[in-house]
């Protein structure tokens, strides 16, 4: 079945420091979302990536959909103790569920 | 804002026991998913729900998982005879379509079974 893989599994960073997470899929996605949760809480939906190649932003957040639509990063700007929790990517199977990555643990030591 | 509420927040059983869990989706939504997390862990499809029937469910769910529309509103997740191993945060997701469409969570129910 479809696979969504994301490394790194886990990042510690200094505040300040740039931050970037992968995501790969078995397969070609028709779209693909990124989704925050932070510790405790439950995943939120950050954003969603449609097109070949798109690139979006959100402030310090950088989103990127690869031209294969297979891959997708996430990258975080000079990082905040906000910015801490995991981050997950998403990918629709041929059905109507979400396939989650794995998840990227972010740690900010200020 | 809209948002999918879950009860109850904590739930602990003693093993053997059945739970039910229990969720109301956005109003207007279509489609409603259980999804569960190990401490720490991946989040994982458990199953997903539409039309009144299961789309698709994961190998975790197996016989002792049961979900349930009842009313129109309330989406149920019931363990019929909760193992250690089911100790988890279960989350209740819904979206209004599939495809482009978000998925919006509930603030999960962290079931612990003793």
């Known amino acids: 079945g479809q696979q969504v893989m994301q490394i790194p599994q886990y990042q510690h960073v200094q505040e300040g420091e740039d931050f970037t997470t992968y995501c790969n899929s078995s397969?070609?996605?028709?779209?693909i979302q990124w989704y925050k949760q932070r510790p405790g809480g439950h995943p939120v939906f950050l954003i969603q990536?449609?097109?070949?190649?798109e690139v979006k932003k959100q402030k310090r957040l950088t989103f990127q959909f690869g031209e294969a639509k297979k891959n997708s990063s996430l990258h975080i700007t000079a990082t905040q103790t906000t910015d801490v929790g995991t981050y997950f990517c998403?990918?629709?199977?041929?059905?109507?569920?979400?396939?989650f990555g794995a998840g990227t643990i972010l740690r900010v030591k200020s | 804002e809209p948002e999918v509420t879950q009860t109850p927040s904590h739930q602990v059983t003693q093993m053997g026991q059945e739970v039910i869990l229990r969720c109301v989706p956005i109003s207007n939504h279509l489609y409603f998913y259980w999804y569960r997390q190990i401490l720490g862990q991946k989040v994982e499809f458990l199953v997903s729900f539409y039309n009144n029937e299961i789309s698709e469910k994961s190998e975790i769910f197996d016989d002792q998982f049961s979900v349930e529309r009842p009313d129109g509103s309330n989406f149920t997740l019931k363990i019929r005879s909760t193992k250690l191993e089911d100790s988890a945060m279960y989350f209740c997701?819904?979206?209004w379509g599939q495809g482009v469409s978000e998925a919006f969570f509930g603030q999960g129910t962290r079931l612990t079974v003793v």
């Open positions: 397969t070609t996605l028709s779209n």
């Open positions: 997701a819904s979206r």
């Open positions: 998403a990918g629709p199977n041929y059905g109507n569920k979400l396939v």
């Open positions: 990536l449609v097109k070949s190649g």
